[in-house]
């Protein structure tokens, strides 16, 4: 079954949950789909899940048991890693580097470039396509790729805390995340104060269409199985 079917039966079955099997569900789909781990893949297994616990409520028998775990973590976790040890060293290094180009242009090409340059130029009426690379620019863009990173990899953590009960734990990862956005805020004006060394410059369209061209490639490739 091609990625699309799965991913259509996937949204049209999982109505049929039970709000605490679709609230358990959601959380297998969540850390699946943020693996490391090709689209395909992920959602065949996200599909054989759903078919169990479609089977758990036909037969009112608990999830924990037609799964054959009890902790939804590691039964994901050990899926994950059988699956990534099937793939070669260039498939699991693709899928740990594969948002890097999405994130360069929205952070760098878009926000970098764009915003906090050229639309300052053209305002001016002048008219020039060139950036100056900065230091700032390059140390900022490497803080947003492992920051974006880490919360993507821990997107499970935090949807089964703010959807869970303990409100003490609720407040504690909002309070990391407003004390981790504080930070990296400080950080952004540190470096632009004081890494405003110019590095090279770059054409913008040119910089664009080569980030752009590894995005559609990597469109063509992640959805083969389409």
């Known amino acids: 079954m091609r990625t699309k079917q799965y991913i259509k039966e996937i949204n049209k079955y999982s ?3 039970s709000k605490e099997n679709q609230e358990k569900f959601d ?8 693996s490391n781990i090709n689209d395909h893949d992920a959602e065949e297994f996200s599909h054989h899940c759903l078919d169990l616990f479609l089977r758990a ?9 037609v799964l054959g775990a009890s902790d939804l973590n590691a039964f994901c976790n050990e899926f994950i890693e059988e699956t990534q040890d099937g793939y070669s060293f260039v498939q699991k290094l693709y899928w740990h580097i594969n948002t890097l180009p999405i994130i360069v242009i929205m952070f760098t090409g878009i926000w970098e ?13 002048q008219i020039l396509f060139t950036v100056p690379v900065t230091l700032s620019m390059v140390v900022d863009t490497l803080i947003v790729i492992v920051v974006v990173t880490v919360l993507i990899r821990n997107s499970y953590y935090f949807f089964t805390v703010f959807n869970g009960d303990d409100k003490s734990k609720d407040r504690i990862a909002t309070f990391l995340l407003w004390l981790g956005f504080c930070a990296l805020t400080g950080l952004f004006v540190v470096s632009k104060l004081y890494l405003t060394r110019i590095l090279f410059s770059v054409n913008y369209f040119v910089f664009m269409g080569v980030f752009g061209a590894i995005l559609f490639l990597q469109h063509l490739v992640e959805n083969r199985n389409i």
């Open 57 to 65: 409520e036909k037969t009112q028998a608990p999830i924990e048991e």
């Open 27 to 34: 959380v297998i789909l969540l850390k699946i789909r943020f």
């Open 15 to 17: 109505t049929q949950l």
């Open 113 to 125: 470039m764009l915003i906090g340059y050229l639309i300052k130029i053209w305002v001016k009426k």
